[in-house]
């Protein structure tokens, strides 16, 4: 990533666009920091803010004509925020909070001509930026049609007070004048720029023409003048007023400086922004009335008129994700951190766990209104990482090995169907399923062989998707290589996928391979009869994040399981917005904890019993305490008639176990071949109390771990005792990590009390 | 994690030896960086005790620090 392209996703992410009401603000008060304040009861942060942007905000805040209101979101359930009555209430009970400093004078003579609002604040800002200032006006008071305002809206003293407030900054205020030629011309020689508030009577008089001011600039005819304020076709708005006399004082200082009065001025005034905020589920409340209209808010009125404010902001995509909602922030400012993280030579990168914990599963991308790209970035910036060696090596290493044996000879095969020697159909149920359910692996390809013709072929292996999350892109090539040259070899026949994620690989990277889904496939064949009583309904579907952009397998599913006549209710984060089950981008395996949230989030998605499609879903889900069973459970239902909703996660090294061993079986059984030789180690026999297994589970330790550790211990005798209890302790490094077991000879093999590993290597070690 | 001493009283003795393990100091290595460090050691054969809270405490802890390096 490099900083044109971290620019470009920091604009796609919109969390820090303006509120709607700061945006249809001319003058970008902060509407919702100021409705913040109120709802806390922080009456001086309230009024703080508005001294912040506000000029005068004794007599604006009592006056504001809220154009903010019509933009109001709160408006899409209740009635919009009373900002008017708001503000009123603030500037009537708290006094100034914040006076704006004023800078060093710095030469600049400027004139304002007029004294109504508009004037006023030109005059003050341009004060305030250390011009020398004179107001010149044939009133002989400030306010200009602001003083048609009734005493108890305005007090005649409040407006008045606006001629202290100038003072206070050294504004010259001279009353009185005639406004005609020659006082014209005093004006334009004594003056480097000047500004006609048209709130203001007698300017027809003067020979400069301020009834078309330029929209962006406020210049009129003659240079260094300019002109605003007034009633325009829309009537006599007060914030337009403020609006006017902001812009010309902007422009007079531009003009002052000598620098372009165009250039980049889009977010003055009111302007689009492209904050999304979503008002569904959000209980719709009714504007606060005042007891006593006539005194208006009080305290306790305005703090609960002011909490029905939303709040605005996107935060849409990190509602719905554990990945976001554990790192506590939005795309925008991960991707700053990813970039950072990237340019560390020397020192920590702290974002590796973050950019490991991605599950690259798509949803916030589908529910960003920008589709801001997180899963790209996250996956190619491990491809960056393993690139410069900059990847911890633990992150992934325990499901490249995981991967590394899927596709090793004990657990990887690919054969004709028995007794022919060509292939229409190659069934491929990859690595999870073979793991999680051989059973139903093995059911499946019989049901198949049955009713296609043509010869049914099958592959156990791994499609790599491992390897491609992970960011090991020459791995991931390598695999997907013999992938294509193994199908080849067979003829190239249609590949039927039980796994989605398989299909999405085959789909993105194999695109000349004929790949469907085995959904799609059921779905136009004869179901086998089901043998397994009907489950408690209704049921809900957990669809797999890989079949995010597949419609038509999810459809497929969802026939098959109509067919079978289970009713589903649907969860509202299914189909397209589906979360991930903490597997994909191999999130659980980077950062444990969070993949047992995410699971459990997912699972939680619905009170009902729980139906998956995705072997690695079911059993996360499952291991997260959660009812749910495998669609193919109910197409193909094992001998035994254990509750499918009830079948446990199998764990990493029973899934290890159920693929070699249904390679042996399906050899053996189907094409009556010779079994594989296991290596010596397994002939050492374990017995693994449960909570033992669970620890190993989370610590990433196999059975195969242990029964070398043992078989090594046993060989050499290179062991600690404990003569207490008779436990011995031992260790082994296979690779590249150091397992230890606590492990008691019993009469039959090895009863297993603790396993830990580390990767920190001791002396003697090889490295 | 240099110069540290991980040395406790241990109910562990060598298994191959038959010996009480004693405190010694020995180097411990990960991503290229070296730690001497004290350890329960068999003071015959030379195994090297590593108890479960030091690999799952301040071992993976550092080993993590040096992975983000
Ligand atoms: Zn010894």
Redesign the interface.
Same mark, same amino acid.
């Given at each position: 990533m490099d900083q044109p392209q971290l620019r470009t996703l920091e604009a796609t992410c919109i969390q820090e666009e303006s509120p709607q009401c700061s945006a249809a603000c001319p003058i970008h008060i902060d509407v919702r920091a100021f409705m913040g304040c109120l709802a806390k009861e922080d009456w001086r942060g309230a009024r703080r803010v508005l001294d912040r942007t506000m000029p005068f905000a004794d007599i604006v805040g009592r006056i504001c004509d809220e154009p903010c209101r019509r933009a109001c979101k709160r408006a899409e359930t209740g009635d919009p925020l009373a900002v008017g009555s708001l503000e009123r209430f603030c500037v009537t009970t708290v006094p100034m909070v914040l006076k704006q400093p004023r800078l060093p004078a710095k030469g600049g003579s400027v004139a304002v001509i007029g004294s109504g609002l508009s004037a006023m604040t030109a005059a003050l800002d341009l004060a305030r930026k250390g011009r020398n200032v004179v107001m010149m006006t044939g009133d002989e008071e400030v306010g200009g049609s602001l003083r048609g305002y009734a005493e108890e809206i305005l007090p005649a003293r409040v407006l008045s007070g606006a001629v202290e407030t100038l003072d206070s900054y050294g504004v010259n205020i001279q009353f009185g004048w005639s406004l005609n030629k020659e006082f014209f011309d005093i004006v334009r020689q004594d003056s480097d720029a000047v500004f006609f508030d048209r709130d203001c009577a007698g300017l027809a008089s003067l020979p400069v023409d301020c009834t078309h001011p330029d929209p962006l600039t406020l210049a009129v005819g003659n240079d260094g003048c300019f002109a605003g304020g007034g009633t325009t076709e829309n009537g006599f708005s007060i914030m337009k007023q403020v609006e006017d006399g902001r812009r010309a004082a902007l422009s007079i200082e531009r003009y002052l400086q000598k620098v372009s009065l165009t250039a980049q001025r889009e977010r003055e005034g009111a302007c689009p922004t492209r904050l999304h905020t979503v008002t569904i589920g959000i209980e719709s409340l009714k504007e606060v009335q005042p007891a006593d209209p006539s005194t208006g808010f009080t305290q306790q009125e305005s703090a609960r008129e002011a909490s029905r404010c939303i709040q605005c902001e996107c935060m849409e995509c990190v509602k719905q994700c554990a990945f976001l909602q554990e790192f506590k922030d939005y795309p925008k400012r991960l991707v700053r951190k990813i970039y950072n993280n990237q340019a560390i030579v020397q +020192?920590?990168?702290?974002a590796?766990?973050m950019i490991n914990s991605c599950m690259l599963c798509g949803q916030c991308t589908v529910i960003c209104p920008h589709d801001f790209p997180m899963a790209t970035v996250c996956r190619s910036t491990r491809e960056n990482m393993v690139a410069k060696s900059t990847m911890?090596? $633990?992150?992934h290493e325990f499901a490249l090995q995981d991967m590394e044996f899927s596709l090793g000879e004990f657990s990887a095969m690919t054969r004709h169907q028995p007794g022919r020697d060509s292939s229409r159909f190659l069934f491929y149920p990859g690595c999870q399923l073979a793991g999680s359910a051989p059973f139903a692996v093995e059911q499946t390809y019989l049901h198949l062989t049955g009713h296609l013709a043509g010869g049914v072929g099958l592959m156990l292996g791994c499609c790599g998707i491992p390897a491609h999350w992970s960011g090991r892109q020459e791995l991931f090539n390598q695999t997907m290589q013999s992938f294509q040259a193994e199908v080849n070899r067979l003829g190239d026949p249609l590949i039927i996928t039980a796994c989605s994620s398989c299909y999405a690989v085959f789909k993105e990277f194999a695109p000349e391979l004929q790949v469907q889904s085995l959904w799609q496939i059921l779905d136009r064949m004869e179901l086998p009869e089901r043998k397994t009583a009907i489950p408690p309904q209704p049921m809900t579907i957990h669809d797999p994040c890989t079949v995010r952009h597949d419609p038509e397998i999810r459809a497929s599913v969802r026939n098959i399981i109509k067919k079978l006549g289970i009713s589903i209710e649907e969860q509202p984060y299914s189909g397209e917005l589906t979360d991930c089950c903490g597997y994909g981008g191999l999130m659980q395996f980077a950062n444990v904890p969070l993949g047992e949230k995410a699971a459990r989030a997912k699972g939680l998605r619905s009170d009902l019993d729980g139906l998956a499609y995705c072997a690695m879903c079911r059993d996360n889900i499952a291991a997260s305490g959660r009812r749910i069973a495998h669609l193919l459970d109910y197409l193909f239902p094992a001998a035994e008639q254990e509750d499918p909703l009830l079948r446990p996660n199998p764990g990493f090294s029973r899934r290890h176990e159920n693929r070699a061993r249904l390679k042996q079986h399906l050899l053996n059984t189907l094409w009556h071949e010779e079994p594989v030789m296991t290596p010596d180690y397994k002939s050492i026999k374990l017995f693994i109390p449960p909570q033992v297994m669970e620890l190993m589970n989370t610590r990433h330790i196999l059975e195969d771990d242990i029964q070398k550790v043992i078989f090594q211990a046993e060989q050499t +005798?290179?062991?600690?005792?404990?003569?207490?209890n008779g436990h011995?302790?031992a $260790?082994f490094k296979p690779v590249r990590v150091?397992y230890?077991v606590e492990y008691q000879p019993d009469k039959q093999g090895y009863i297993v009390h603790?396993a830990? $590993?580390?990767?920190?290597?001791?002396? +003697?070690d090889a490295? | 994690m240099s110069n540290f001493s991980f040395i406790s009283e241990t109910?562990?003795?060598?298994?191959?030896c038959n010996k009480e393990?004693q405190p010694r100091k020995?180097?411990?290595?990960?991503?290229g960086s070296v730690f001497n460090v004290e350890l329960m050691v068999c003071p015959v054969?030379?195994?090297?005790?590593?108890p479960?809270d030091l690999?799952?405490g301040k071992?993976?802890e550092?080993?993590?620090?040096l992975?983000?390096?």
């Open positions: +020192g920590t990168r702290t590796n766990k911890p090596p $633990s992150a +005798g290179k062991r600690l005792v404990d003569p207490e011995f302790l $260790s150091t230890w603790n830990y $590993s580390h990767r920190m290597i001791l002396p +003697g490295k | 109910e562990w003795r060598c298994g191959c393990l020995v180097n411990v290595e990960y991503m054969c030379g195994f090297v005790l590593v479960e690999a799952l071992m993976l550092v080993e993590q620090l992975e983000d390096k």
